[in-house]
């Protein structure tokens, strides 16, 4: 049941995103949702760790691991979003514009957790140094946007979305934010699964390795 | 009191054992002096705008040689099992932690310090205009740089490819506290008071600071134990 219940949310996402692509939803549908997904994706990882520090319990640690890479796929989409949107207004790629900036800035943050993750073999250890870490980049998120936006005052840019009015567009708004929610879902719920069974296969190959 | 003993015990230990090899200052030191020559190649030393952008190039320096001074904070009591006897030592790990940081503080400041007359004279600036300011800004900025590597070699200390680990997990985090010392030194240096709309940096440098403190005495405990 929970087999078919992840696959009707991965296609139910996919074609809501269909629909709105197709009624021409503007890139800002897409923008918006995205880099709030992944702000959300990385607190709700923060809270997982600070659960597995507590508990020690490994479902945690693989929450959070769903969470930051989902959060990471989000935010490359976001990243994506934000310079093809950046190059119609502006006629640059990269305008150095504040969300972009920050988000490029946090995105490097959780690549770092990744490799950190990737560099430590034991479980137990794996676990709780990234637990540490997804803390420490969860609390430098808010500074981190605080600076760029401090620093990009120097030469103000006009606001990605000025001058745009969107009436009478929230279906499609609603549309891309469901789509994603229901994607990344199930990407989570899908990543969990993998990490969990990747846990119950070291296992069983460290007990066979015991006899 | 105890505590304030504890930590002070732990930070002379590291100080002696380090002024006795002088292994990792001196090689900090002369990678201060090799970046700082190798920038005055890749931008005009004479130039205004190599001027105004001096603090970023600066705090670019004390980064890459400071990692090399935290790096080996924790690995040198990787022989002889030190880092075991440390951790079971009857001492809290906060002050085994506090006593690291303060060494490892000390000693990045003072390549920070020696490194500040090489650029002074390489790139014509007047860095001694505003002293007491840049003082306070290089003590900020060099804590910041000092908690955050501290704790994080503590962090990598047993994994594999440590030295890249550490630079790869510490640059990102401190991006808002080495903006906040870049744009502040780069100021200073060029003989322009800390004002009004320079202030937020100040704060933001001081709130790193205080929040990543707190932060990693918390953690402290779990890192070095698990």
Known sequence: ?211 | MDLLRQIWVVTVKDLRAELRTKEAINASFAFALVILLMFSFAFDPSDDTTREISGGLLWIVFAFAGTLILNRSFARELPNDCLDALIAAPISSSALFLGKAFANFVLVLAVEFMALPVFGVFYNVHWTSQLPELILVMLLGTWALTVIGTIFSALTVNIRLREVMLPMLTYPILVPALMGAMLLTSKLVNGIPIAADTMEWLKILIGFDIVYTAVSLILVETVLVG
């Open chain 1, 1 to 211: 049941m929970r087999e078919e219940l992840l696959t009707i949310t991965g296609i139910a996402g996919a074609v809501l995103l269909a629909w709105s692509t197709a009624t021409g939803a503007h890139l800002v549908f897409f923008y918006a949702p995205l880099t709030v997904g992944a702000w959300f994706l990385a607190g709700a990882a923060m809270v997982s760790s600070l659960r597995f520090l507590r508990t020690k319990h490994f479902q945690y640690d693989s929450l959070s691991v769903a969470n930051i890479e989902v959060g990471l796929a989000l935010l490359g989409g976001s990243l994506g979003a934000g310079t093809i949107w950046e190059r119609t207004i502006s006629g640059r790629w990269w305008d150095w514009s504040v969300p972009l900036t920050s988000t490029l800035a946090c995105g490097l943050l959780y690549v770092g957790y990744l490799i950190l993750r990737h560099a430590v073999q034991e479980p137990t250890q794996r676990a709780t140094f990234s637990a540490i870490f997804s803390i420490f980049a969860f609390l430098d998120i808010p500074m981190v946007i605080m600076a760029v936006a401090w620093w990009s005052q120097k030469h103000p840019k006009p606001l990605m979305w000025a001058g745009m009015t969107f009436a009478g567009q929230w279906p499609l708004l609603v549309g891309t934010t469901a789509g994603i929610l229901l994607l990344a879902l199930t990407l989570i719920t899908a990543r969990v699964r993998q990490e969990e069974s990747q846990r119950e296969l070291d296992s069983l190959r460290r007990t066979v390795h015991a006899f």
